[in-house]
């Protein structure tokens, strides 16, 4: 009888790394709090009646529901988001990671060093997101791989899960359909080819697709198609491009990606990075044999194509998933050999080196950054604002954020600052402009019409100036005064946001605490004079 790997006395260097990963993983997600992507997708498990989630919200959210879903079970049951929001995805990490250390078919050191990579400890392991049960779903589509023919409904129930994650996750298991079926092509030439139980999961994946493609179909009040731009749309598609695939594991020059209108490196700085990236190219398609690069490729493309009409940052990491897979099926066929030049071989191992260092490097800073800081302090402002009993007093929330400037000349009443962060740890609507004061948690993704600016105007004017303001508002378009916020409030808290990225704090503002000046007295506050810094 074969031995299980984990008993196995030839696996110890994968037991004692799996108990480490475990280990610093889950004290990594204990300390980490929750960014809005986070929040979000836990207020609507717990909020959103079974209508919204179902039918509403996929226009919106850019995925089918399949993680809302999951994490309702917990949060409609009552269990605290410290435990139900991380339940799955730590599930899925850790499963991914132990399948990583005990079935990849790469070299033992590539294996004991990949699960405390970036993207697949940090960014989609700590942050609770449909992405960490991507990493799980690829992996098992890439172990199901070897044996598809004999098991085609296996392997494409692998990829029919990806295609639930999310757009992008369609988008990577139908480039590998895709190639699978050209591998397939030749039965087209035989008699009842129809018959073949190949075409009918690949026909059946493909009505899945179509389903799932109508179900997230943004609506027309979508935020997405509002920011739709196609100037912008055909600069990001080279751009991505020339951010790949070292952005991956190596370089950190996404800006490119995010603001390619601000994309104004030097002629050395581009030429070097090309080179870079081409090097990068080179040294991958050299390690993969004849007829496996197509799995880079055609996913690939596919990415490329969904990212261009909308992208950000941590989307590039899922780039590293059609890698993992195009190499974890390459070298798990002993059927077939790969022959890189020397060249190739010598860079290729100091290029896969350098990019684990680099990456598990981003890895340690992330975390880093978790202990020192907090993304939001939710639970610090929400205990100062009942500590003064301001969570009683009418609170409005602004329109745009500190860092924006545009309430005044494109006022998006339908965003609110604040709204869904708050409602997150007071498990209420403490903002009396946010989703007008009802039980509906998350924030929605619609873009303001003029009609609808003219609308929240007039019915946040009945209630009069707010007693309590959360960043800052325009009040003066609203009530039609001058300097308003200036002359009848005083700042009383500062808010400290921070977001991280690889090494980097990417994202800082401070976002102020307003209160009418008639009411400090009576709620014990006092003016901030030495006000931190704020954008805008």
């Known amino acids: 009888m074969k031995v299980p790997?984990?008993?196995?006395?030839?696996?110890?260097?994968?037991?004692?790394?799996?108990?480490?990963?475990?280990?610093?993983?889950?004290?990594?997600?204990?300390?980490?709090?929750?960014?809005?992507?986070?929040?979000?997708?836990?207020?609507?498990?717990?909020?959103?009646?079974?209508?919204?989630?179902?039918?509403?919200?996929?226009?919106?959210?850019?995925?089918?529901?399949?993680?809302?879903?999951?994490?309702?079970?917990?949060?409609?049951?009552?269990?605290?988001?410290?435990?139900?929001?991380?339940?799955?995805?730590?599930?899925?990490?850790?499963?991914?990671?132990?399948?990583?250390?005990?079935?990849?078919?790469?070299?033992?050191?590539?294996r004991l060093a990949l699960p405390f990579t970036f993207f697949i400890f940090y960014e989609y392991g700590v942050l609770a997101r449909p992405y960490n049960l991507m990493w799980l779903f690829v992996i098992g589509a890439a172990i199901s791989f070897p044996k598809r023919t004999e098991k085609p409904l296996l392997f494409v129930f692998w990829l029919a899960l990806l295609?639930?994650?999310?757009l992008f996750g369609l988008a990577v298991a139908g480039g590998i359909a895709g190639v699978w079926l050209w591998e397939i092509r030749g039965i087209f030439g035989q008699k009842k080819w129809y018959s073949d139980k190949r075409l009918w999961c690949l026909a059946g994946l493909l009505a899945f697709a179509i389903l799932i493609?109508?179900?997230?179909?943004?609506?027309?009040?979508?935020?997405?198609?509002?920011?739709?731009?196609?100037?912008?749309?055909?600069?990001?598609?080279?751009?991505?491009?020339?951010?790949?695939?070292?952005?991956?594991?190596?370089?950190?020059?996404?800006?490119?990606?995010?603001?390619?209108?601000?994309?104004?490196?030097?002629?050395?700085?581009?030429?070097?990075?090309?080179?870079?990236?081409?090097?990068?190219?080179?040294?991958?398609?050299?390690?993969?044999?004849?007829?496996?690069?197509e799995y880079i490729l055609l996913p690939g493309m596919l990415l490329l194509f969904v990212m261009s009409f909308y992208v950000a940052r941590h989307h590039i990491g899922i780039f590293g998933m059609v890698f993992l897979f195009a190499f974890w099926v390459s070298y798990a066929d002993k059927t077939?050999?790969?022959?890189?030049?020397?060249?190739?071989?010598?860079?290729?191992?100091?290029?896969?080196?350098?990019?684990?260092?680099?990456?598990?490097?981003?890895?340690?800073?992330?975390?880093?950054?978790?202990?020192?800081?907090?993304?939001?302090?939710?639970?610090?402002?929400?205990?100062f604002l009942r500590e003064h009993q301001l969570d009683k007093l009418h609170i409005m929330g602004a329109w745009c954020k500190a860092v924006d400037d545009g309430c005044k000349t494109n006022p998006q009443t339908s965003f609110n600052n604040f709204g869904a962060e708050f409602a997150f740890y007071a498990n209420k609507n403490l903002i009396y402009n946010y989703n007008y004061g009802s039980d509906k948690l998350y924030r929605q993704f619609t873009y303001t019409t003029p009609e609808q600016k003219e609308y929240d105007f007039a019915q946040w004017r009945k209630i009069g100036l707010p007693?309590?303001?959360?960043?800052?508002?325009?009040?003066?378009?609203?009530?039609?005064?001058?300097?308003?916020?200036?002359?009848?409030?005083?700042?009383?808290?500062?808010?400290?946001?921070?977001?991280?990225?690889?090494?980097?704090i990417v994202e800082y503002y401070v976002d102020n605490i307003y209160v009418r000046k008639d009411l400090l007295k009576e709620h014990h506050l006092e003016p901030l004079e030495d006000l931190l810094f704020v954008f805008g």
């Open 5 to 110: 790997h984990w008993f196995s006395p030839n696996f110890r260097a994968e037991k004692i790394t799996f108990f480490v990963f475990a280990v610093l993983y889950i004290a990594a997600i204990c300390i980490h709090d929750p960014w809005f992507d986070e929040m979000q997708a836990w207020l609507i498990a717990k909020t959103a009646s079974w209508h919204d989630l179902l039918f509403v919200l996929p226009h919106y959210e850019g995925h089918p529901p399949f993680f809302h879903l999951l994490l309702s079970l917990p949060a409609r049951l009552g269990v605290p988001w410290q435990i139900g929001l991380r339940m799955f995805c730590a599930l899925s990490t850790l499963a991914s990671a132990y399948l990583i250390l005990f079935k990849a078919p790469f070299a033992r050191w590539i």
């Open 163 to 166: 295609s639930m994650c999310h």
């Open 213 to 293: 493609l109508s179900w997230i179909n943004p609506a027309q009040q979508s935020a997405v198609r509002e920011g739709a731009n196609w100037l912008a749309t055909v600069e990001r598609f080279p751009s991505l491009l020339y951010i790949l695939p070292g952005d991956v594991f190596l370089t950190d020059i996404y800006k490119a990606v995010a603001f390619p209108s601000t994309f104004f490196y030097l002629l050395l700085e581009k030429l070097l990075m090309l080179t870079l990236q081409g090097l990068l190219w080179w040294i991958l398609f050299s390690f993969l044999p004849k007829g496996k690069k």
């Open 336 to 383: 077939i050999s790969v022959t890189p030049s020397m060249l190739a071989k010598k860079l290729g191992k100091w290029v896969v080196l350098i990019g684990l260092l680099v990456s598990i490097t981003w890895t340690a800073c992330s975390v880093y950054h978790d202990i020192k800081y907090s993304s939001f302090p939710g639970k610090e402002v929400l205990s």
């Open 467 to 504: 007693d309590v303001v959360l960043s800052k508002a325009d009040l003066d378009s609203l009530f039609e005064g001058e300097n308003l916020l200036l002359t009848e409030y005083e700042v009383v808290y500062q808010i400290q946001i921070r977001l991280s990225w690889k090494m980097n």
